[in-house]
Structures are given as structure tokens and as C-alpha cells.
């Protein structure tokens, strides 16, 4: 079977056709041994207790980067110049109204739901409020639907927190 090298140097064997060609599976419990794909974005050693971004770890990132340079980061591959940071922070201002009638969902889910949940519907029920697609190919259309979405989720977040809370939901 074909070995393949990470982006940190590990080695993997790639078993994807070991039932075709052998008739057998793998027992892995928990999948600690089970990488579940390749990624150019994160690289995670669980029992060295590693956890990178693009190459930067998640303690790094956590003291010395905020919110929106690491969500530049994720999507565009690497931290933004002061001028992108600058663009960015403007642009998804921009955006960060969230439809009124979003509280309406909101107020469908008791204080007592989980707000992981919450925030995946909240924000599948987003594209509600603008219901046209994007062409993907369109560097300009993907941004804009990047900066949409990168702009309400803080808001939702905030929302999800006060309605837990028993608070307004409102903008602070």
C-alpha cells in the first residue's frame, strides 16, 4: 500500500483500496490511529498534544492573533497584511447586520439547548435571508459570501450566549 508524507513529515499508510484488494477491514477504536484526510489547513497530533493552523499552532494563535486574522488565516491561507486586516475588518463591518427576523429562530430553542446546535441552525437559516447562489469560481462572489458570514456569526454567537443567559438579544 502506498505511504504518503504530511505537511509535518509523518507517514501514512493509505489503505483506501485494502477491502478491494484483500476483502478485510481495519480495527482502529476511538480512530487513533485513523487519519480521515489530507488537509493543507490543520495538522493534529493528539497524543503529543499538537494542534496547528497553516502552520502556526493554536497557542500562538490564541496570545498573539485575533479573531479575524486567524478566520483570514484559515480561509486565505495565510495572516494578513495590515492593509488586508484593514479590508477585511471593514468589509465584514459592513456586513454585520443580522436580519431581525433571525431572533424569531432564536426564540424557537429553550435556554436549555445546547448552543453548538443553536448556532448550526442559526446559521443554516441564514441562507433564508439571502437566498441567491454563488458561483464558486467567482473570487469576488466567494469573498462576498465569506465576509457575509464571517460578519453575522459573532452576532449569533453573541445572541445564542444572551438567550442562554435569559438576556435582550440585542446588539449590546
Known amino acids: 500500500f502506498p505511504v504518503i508524507q504530511g505537511t509535518e513529515n509523518e507517514l501514512a499508510i493509505d489503505i483506501k483500496t485494502l477491502r478491494a484488494q484483500s476483502g478485510m477491514i481495519t480495527i482502529d477504536p476511538g480512530y487513533k490511529n485513523t487519519g480521515s484526510c489530507e488537509s493543507a489547513i490543520t495538522f493534529l497530533d493528539g497524543e503529543k498534544g499538537i494542534l496547528r493552523y497553516r502552520g502556526y499552532s493554536i497557542e500562538d494563535l490564541a496570545e498573539k492573533a485575533s479573531f479575524i486574522e486567524v478566520v483570514y488565516l484559515l480561509i486565505f491561507g495565510e495572516l494578513p497584511t495590515a492593509a488586508q486586516l484593514e479590508e477585511f ?84
Open 89 to 172: 475588518q471593514k468589509d465584514i463591518v459592513a456586513e454585520s447586520h443580522v436580519d431581525e427576523e433571525m431572533k424569531k429562530i432564536l426564540d424557537g430553542f429553550p435556554k436549555s439547548a445546547h448552543p453548538m446546535g443553536v448556532l448550526a441552525s442559526l446559521t443554516s437559516a441564514l441562507i433564508s435571508f439571502n437566498p441567491s447562489s454563488v458561483n464558486v469560481t467567482s473570487d469576488k462572489e466567494m469573498y462576498g459570501a465569506i465576509v457575509r458570514i464571517v460578519a453575522k456569526f459573532p452576532v449569533l454567537v453573541a445572541w445564542t450566549m444572551r438567550k442562554k443567559k435569559g438576556l435582550p438579544l440585542d446588539y449590546g
